[in-house]
């Protein structure tokens, strides 16, 4: 069939817009969610919100003061301590792939580390529960740091190998010509080279797992109340923001939808406040290559 | 930087002394150790998922036999104790294809835009926009879905469905279902929204690796803009836009925490367009904290030993379609 060139360029232009109009439809949420989020929850941003522990529902209902501190407080415990078992098993793993590329081990760890990576977060969480709840008869904190550290490692593999697999290989053979073993050359010039890249990596895992309820629910449980004594934040179930947000969502009281807001603009916060460092880290890294 | 001075310290320090033999090869092979002993640890974690998960399920599988749990439509923890997970492997499905089906389209039409269209100031700020999508936790889409759209649904679309098919199609009205806000269209739509990040990124990807001569050959022949796209990019990039669908699909078989806020949560077939449901990640959500009979807890774990295995399946399909069709551009060139 004949077209004119007229009409072919009409048909570009009415393409062009569709696709304009796509995008403004994919992004108009993106917007509402932030603005609603804002909104809702900036009313419950006070000074108790920081400093107090939940309670039971009565507490919020009856006006006195109320807030996340545990939660807050458990959701730094819980992240860091999934961050350090994490990072030295994903930064190893990351390592192997890309400094020994012929080790035998590595398509099966290539192809393990994507399954892991894709598995729903949920079966995380199982697998944690299974590991360390069973065992110590209790939900735990240590239980809820073991099952966000499953959601990091397979991240942190991936960004290390790719971290590390752009530093050229000519680096490596000036090491390795002045006469260091490959251990040295690895720890001492290709690690210290690709170092904004392993962060980034490594706090776009973090930021991923800040975000994550399911593994949560079943590990460290949550909890009302400030732990008695410092042994409750390992030991004892742990309060964490986006577990809490869920709980505090599905409860029947509009005071604590409120706080579940609340934690909404302080989990959204986090994340693209991290969001917003790694873009700039990953922009540094290109410019100066 | 300090490191050049640091690394002529070193070259200095070499030459004085000449390294002794347990500093090269024992040091290497202690730390070669060290990487395999982490690097398998990975391998052992995903194994040891799969079969922990199938460990704990097996007396769910013993008492109603694989495909008998996978087809039972039954799934009764208080009286009956039987349990089939054939209500939630359907509502995963249909959740999930649904989902990738509204979201395919527009998540394409962004990847096009940023790729080809977009001005170069503006492409960038696209893809941060779209990948922030992606970083938004789920419980935050969950609380705004349970507070702000559902609730619009309900009023705004549901409920015109439901009234004008009560007065002219009452035939529609069980597939419809009972118009509450929370069921699998308010999640299906949240599921939507929040695959076409992933959808659009390895799109973008797969536009971006298409090699120039491909686009010029279009372009010299006095091609627009579109037919470049259509005739040269597309076909190109298809192995990876396929790539990208089938891993987005994976993503929302996962889903979990949203779906579990919006989907109404309702254990029995059939469900219905508006109606309650329930997917594989939200009843083990909704029912494993409060689960005390064994067989119970064992057909939980059943559930998400079903699942590891369709996100393995989903996450292989994936792999291969990328690895056959991307490097080489795929048979369609």
Redesign the interface.
């Given at each position: 069939m004949m077209t004119t060139l007229k009409q072919?360029?009409i048909?570009?232009r009415i393409?062009?817009g569709?696709?304009?109009l796509?995008?403004i439809?994919?992004?108009v949420?993106?917007v509402?969610?932030v603005f609603?989020?804002i909104v809702?929850g900036f009313g419950a941003l006070s000074w108790e919100f920081f400093t107090e522990e939940l309670g039971s529902p009565s507490r919020a209902m009856q006006g006195r003061p109320t807030g996340l501190v545990h939660t807050i407080i458990g959701t730094i415990v819980v992240d860091f301590m999934a961050l350090i078992l994490a990072v030295?098993?994903g930064?190893?793993?990351g390592?192997?792939?890309s400094?020994?590329p012929d080790?035998k081990?590595n398509p099966?760890?290539r192809?393990?580390?994507?399954?892991?990576n894709?598995?729903?977060?949920?079966?995380?969480g199982?697998?944690a529960f299974?590991?360390i709840v069973k065992p110590m008869g209790t939900f735990s904190g240590i239980s809820g740091a073991v099952a966000l550290a499953?959601v990091m490692?397979?991240i942190i593999?991936r960004t290390t190998e790719s971290a590390l697999m752009s530093i050229p290989w000519t680096i490596r053979e000036a090491g390795l010509a002045?006469?260091?073993?490959?251990?040295?050359v690895?720890?001492?010039?290709v690690m210290?080279?690709a170092k904004t890249g392993l962060v980034t990596g490594t706090l776009i895992a973090f930021?991923?797992a800040?975000?994550?309820?399911?593994p949560l629910?079943?590990t460290s449980?949550g909890n009302n109340y400030l732990p008695n004594s410092w042994t409750g934040w390992l030991f004892g179930p742990v309060d964490t923001l986006?577990q809490r947000?869920?709980s505090l969502?599905?409860s029947p009281y509009s005071e604590w939808?409120q706080m579940?807001?609340a934690a909404?603009i302080l989990?959204?916060g986090f994340?693209?406040f991290s969001?917003i460092v790694a873009?700039i880290l990953t922009r540094q890294k290109f410019s100066t290559s | 930087m300090s490191s050049p001075a640091k690394n002529r310290s070193v070259t200095q320090e070499l030459f004085r002394k000449p390294p002794a033999m347990i500093y090269r090869w024992l040091g290497d092979r202690i730390f070669s150790t060290i990487t395999f002993i982490l690097g398998i640890s990975i391998i052992l974690i995903t194994l040891g998922m799969a079969w922990v998960l199938f460990d704990e399920a097996s007396p769910a599988f013993r008492e109603f036999g694989f495909f008998g749990f996978m087809t039972g439509t039954t799934w009764d923890p208080s009286v009956q104790m039987l349990f089939g997970a054939w209500p939630f492997i359907f509502g995963t499905i249909v959740t999930s294809v649904t989902a990738l089906g509204i979201a395919f389209f527009p998540a394409i039409a962004v990847a096009i835009y940023s790729a080809e269209y977009a001005p170069r100031w503006l492409a960038p700020i696209i893809d941060n926009l779209v990948n922030l999508i992606a970083a938004i936790p789920s419980v935050v889409i969950g609380i705004w879905g349970i507070f702000v759209l559902a609730p619009w649904l309900r009023d705004s679309v549901y409920m015109p469905l439901f009234l004008w098919a009560d007065v002219n199609a009452p035939g529609l009205l069980p597939l419809l279902g009972n118009p509450i806000g929370y069921g699998m269209a308010t999640a299906t739509i949240v599921l939507a929204l929040m695959i076409v990040p992933y959808t659009t990124a390895l799109a973008r990807d797969a536009l971006i690796a298409v090699p120039k001569e491909q686009r010029e050959a279009s372009w010299a022949l006095g091609a627009t803009r579109w037919e470049v796209i259509r005739m040269a990019s597309l076909p190109y990039a298809r192995g990876g836009i396929m790539a990208g669908a089938i891993l987005s699909f994976g993503r929302a078989i996962g889903e979990t925490m949203a779906v579990a806020m919006l989907i109404g949560n309702k254990n029995t077939l059939p469900f219905s367009v508006l109606g309650a449901g329930a997917t594989m990640p939200s009843v083990i959500i909704n029912e494993f904290r409060e689960a005390v009979e064994n067989l119970h807890l064992s057909s939980l774990m059943a559930i998400g030993f079903v699942l590891f295995l369709i996100a393995l399946t989903v996450n292989l399909i994936a792999a291969w379609i990328s690895r056959n069709y991307s490097i080489t551009g795929g048979s369609a060139v």
């Open positions: 072919r360029r048909r570009d393409m062009e569709l696709l304009i796509s995008t439809v994919v992004l949420p993106l509402i969610i609603h989020v809702n030295p098993v930064i190893g793993a390592v192997m792939l400094e020994y080790h081990m099966m760890l192809v393990m580390n994507d399954t892991l894709g598995m729903p977060a949920v079966l995380k199982l697998l299974v590991l499953f490692l397979p593999a002045i006469g260091l073993p490959r251990w040295r690895i720890l001492s010039t210290p080279a930021a991923r800040v975000g994550e309820a399911a629910l079943f449980f986006p947000l869920y969502a599905i939808h579940g807001w909404g989990l959204l994340v693209v969001f873009r | -």
